[in-house]
């Protein structure tokens, strides 16, 4: 296939496209993909309400020895993405649906703290895997990934929603164990049915990319384009930080929230695990509509609304308590929520194609690695007795820095859409 060249950058060779049912194939894997994601993820903050009397621990016990599970699952994005650029996006996801079901069933045969912690381990390396790959193979190729990357991030924030429903439901009518052997082996039957689908996919997953000294050349030949890179990336490395305190913060804590803060609402683990799944699962439908945004509007002035309204929402839902708490727990989650599409498509303008699995992989170790500081700060100051009116202060600290960064976030500059670096 003909390479174009323009200046001294090489573009990368444009992907082989898929028949268009195929796609809409993949786009629905893709989408389920990132529902299990998330799911399987946040089932422990809800089965841990049943595992406090259990085995005699407290919740700030517990969740300190949940955090090697979200180190593994930000520690692993980096090798996942490089994986599925040098070798395969496709390859990649269907050791994903296998093995983070794998490593849940295996978790239910656990007998003690220690093994639990392991388990969820296992569970946080394969879910490590799906953002930077199946991210990369959604706005592969795609020029307007603003709506794809909303319904796929319906798709994820439903995960969230079902979580904490599932977990308490199959926690009080069977075992915590079944919490995880029953989505496990859904996702494994899953899985297979991928494979069985995908391998009559063209090998499309393998994006070929410039020489190395082409880049330099290209990265050498502005100052514009090196100084406006150089920017973008130190925003968009902060912004990937402290969103994603802000955004894990917010949904790990938030069934112990709800069991604290609304009283006669919550008079079982099942209701706290409905309402959290109510508020997450109707706040979802706010990515589709910041990806509208993404299409037709400046990324960055949408990105900087989105931050700043996050501030005085963030104050008051540590404050307030009953139906008040309710209303405004569903309001910012529909402001954080939408934010993550906003992100991504940042990402995608500032990023060449074949390189883009890895930049993903890089971006979302520093966010999924903010689940692992949100555990602490989570354990921390509920037990100093701070409660959660300091946590979310500190979110709203972290919106308010991060907004006020992305004023200095630059545009893509003309030399980037020219060489598509």
């Given at each position: 296939?003909?390479?174009?060249?323009?200046?001294?950058y090489r573009l990368a060779e444009p992907e082989?496209?898929?028949?268009?049912?195929?796609?809409?194939?993949?786009?629905?894997?893709?989408?389920?993909?990132?529902?299990?994601?998330?799911?399987?993820?946040?089932?422990?903050?809800?089965?841990?309400?049943?595992?406090?009397?259990?085995?005699?621990?407290?919740?700030?016990?517990?969740?300190?020895?949940?955090?090697?599970?979200?180190?593994?699952?930000?520690?692993?994005?980096?090798?996942?993405?490089?994986?599925g650029d040098r070798w395969s996006r496709s390859?990649?996801?269907?050791?994903?649906?296998?093995?983070?079901?794998?490593?849940?069933?295996?978790?239910?045969?656990?007998?003690?703290?220690?093994?639990?912690?392991?388990?969820?381990?296992?569970?946080?390396?394969?879910?490590?895997?799906?953002?930077?790959?199946?991210?990369?193979?959604?706005?592969?190729?795609?020029?307007?990934?603003?709506?794809?990357?909303?319904?796929?991030?319906?798709?994820?924030?439903?995960?969230?929603?079902?979580?904490?429903?599932?977990?308490?439901?199959?926690?009080?009518?069977?075992?915590?164990?079944?919490?995880?052997?029953?989505?496990?082996?859904?996702?494994?039957?899953?899985?297979?049915?991928?494979?069985?689908?995908?391998?009559?996919?063209?090998?499309?997953?393998?994006?070929?990319?410039?020489?190395?000294?082409?880049?330099?050349?290209?990265?050498?030949?502005?100052?514009?384009?090196?100084?406006?890179?150089?920017?973008?990336?130190?925003?968009?490395?902060?912004?990937?930080?402290?969103?994603?305190?802000?955004?894990?913060?917010?949904?790990?804590?938030?069934?112990?929230?709800?069991?604290?803060?609304?009283?006669?609402?919550?008079?079982?683990?099942?209701?706290?695990?409905?309402?959290?799944?109510?508020?997450?699962?109707?706040?979802?439908?706010?990515?589709?509509?910041?990806?509208?945004?993404?299409?037709?509007?400046?990324?960055?002035?949408?990105?900087?609304?989105?931050?700043?309204?996050?501030?005085?929402?963030?104050?008051?839902?540590?404050?307030?308590?009953?139906?008040?708490?309710?209303?405004?727990?569903f309001v910012v989650l529909v402001i954080i929520?939408?934010?993550?599409?906003?992100?991504?498509?940042?990402?995608?303008?500032?990023?060449?194609?074949?390189?883009?699995?890895?930049?993903?992989?890089?971006?979302?170790?520093?966010?999924?690695?903010?689940?692992?500081?949100?555990?602490?700060?989570?354990?921390?100051?509920?037990?100093?007795?701070?409660?959660?009116?300091?946590?979310?202060?500190?979110?709203?600290?972290?919106?308010?820095?991060?907004?006020?960064?992305?004023?200095?976030?630059?545009?893509?500059?003309?030399?980037?859409?020219?060489?598509?670096?």
């Amino acid at each position: 296939m003909a390479v174009t060249r323009s200046c001294c950058y090489r573009l990368a060779e444009p992907e082989r496209k898929l028949p268009l049912p195929m796609n809409r194939v993949r786009f629905a894997f893709l989408s389920v993909g990132h529902a299990y994601d998330h799911l399987f993820m946040l089932l422990f903050p809800t089965v841990v309400l049943t595992l406090e009397a259990q085995f005699d621990l407290s919740y700030d016990q517990w969740m300190l020895m949940s955090t090697p599970a979200f180190v593994a699952f930000a520690a692993g994005a980096v090798p996942a993405g490089w994986l599925g650029d040098r070798w395969s996006r496709s390859g990649m996801m269907a050791i994903f649906f296998i093995g983070i079901g794998s490593a849940a069933i295996l978790t239910s045969f656990a007998r003690t703290p220690a093994e639990i912690s392991g388990g969820l381990v296992l569970i946080g390396l394969f879910a490590s895997i799906y953002h930077p790959v199946g991210i990369a193979m959604l706005v592969q190729g795609q020029k307007k990934v603003g709506r794809l990357l909303g319904i796929n991030g319906v798709a994820g924030n439903f995960g969230i929603a079902l979580a904490a429903f599932v977990a308490a439901s199959l926690g009080n009518l069977i075992s915590w164990r079944a919490a995880f052997y029953v989505p496990g082996a859904v996702s494994i039957a899953t899985g297979l049915i991928y494979i069985w689908v995908a391998r009559g996919w063209p090998l499309a997953d393998r994006i070929a990319g410039p020489k190395e000294h082409d880049i330099g050349a290209a990265f050498k030949a502005s100052t514009e384009v090196r100084q406006a890179i150089l920017r973008a990336v130190i925003i968009l490395t902060v912004g990937a930080l402290l969103a994603g305190i802000v955004f894990q913060t917010s949904t790990i804590s938030l069934p112990k929230l709800f069991e604290e803060r609304l009283g006669d609402f919550t008079a079982s683990t099942i209701s706290v695990g409905g309402l959290v799944s109510l508020v997450v699962g109707i706040a979802a439908f706010a990515q589709i509509a910041s990806g509208f945004l993404v299409d037709r509007f400046s990324v960055k002035r949408v990105w900087i609304v989105t931050l700043l309204l996050q501030v005085p929402l963030l104050i008051v839902v540590g404050m307030i308590s009953q139906t008040g708490l309710l209303i405004a727990a569903f309001v910012v989650l529909v402001i954080i929520f939408g934010e993550i599409p906003i992100q991504d498509a940042l990402l995608a303008r500032h990023t060449p194609e074949h390189l883009r699995s890895r930049v993903y992989g890089i971006k979302f170790a520093i966010a999924l690695g903010a689940s692992a500081v949100a555990v602490l700060i989570i354990a921390a100051l509920h037990s100093a007795g701070g409660g959660f009116s300091w946590l979310y202060g500190l979110l709203a600290a972290c919106a308010l820095v991060l907004g006020t960064a992305a004023f200095w976030l630059p545009d893509r500059p003309r030399h980037l859409e020219e060489r598509n670096i």
